[in-house]
């Protein structure tokens, strides 16, 4: 049985689709950031090679693709069965109110990172 894997570069370690679960929000966010930047690099190259490339070439790197898609999946998932957790738990020891600021908070700080510098 075939197992789906990414070879994480940043995080050093090979990860497995059930594998995702455990990790934590920081390594959940590195495997989502490096993800995006196979998925992208992959299209890229199965552009470039589209007319010279062999169709077995052509149909492991979109295999490549949709695995590195899986993952992605689970990890948006994972993280925002995070966040619910972390609101419910912010509702409970702290209030609704408290949740409610935290998570304006959070959106604020978000768009001033999102913004150019």
């Known amino acids: 049985m075939n197992t789906a894997f990414f070879k994480s570069e940043y995080l050093n370690k090979t990860i497995y689709l059930h594998e995702i679960s455990a990790l934590g929000q920081q390594d959940l966010s590195l495997l989502k950031a490096e993800l995006k930047i196979s998925i992208e690099s992959m299209n890229l190259k199965m552009h470039q090679r589209r007319d010279t490339a062999s169709s077995e070439w052509l149909y492991g790197i979109s295999l490549k693709i949709k695995?590195?898609?899986?993952?992605?999946?689970?990890?948006?998932?994972?993280?925002?069965?995070?966040?619910?957790?972390?609101?419910?738990?912010?509702?409970?020891?702290?209030g609704k109110a408290a949740a409610v600021d935290c998570l304006r908070i959070a959106k604020e700080q978000?768009?001033?990172?999102?913004q150019p510098a």
Do not use: P, T
Request: hydrophobic share 40%; net charge neutral.
């Open 67 to 94: 695995v590195c898609e899986q993952f992605l999946d689970i990890i948006k998932e994972s993280l925002h069965g995070l966040f619910c957790h972390f609101y419910q738990a912010v509702g409970r020891a702290y």
């Open 110 to 114: 978000a768009q001033k990172q999102a």
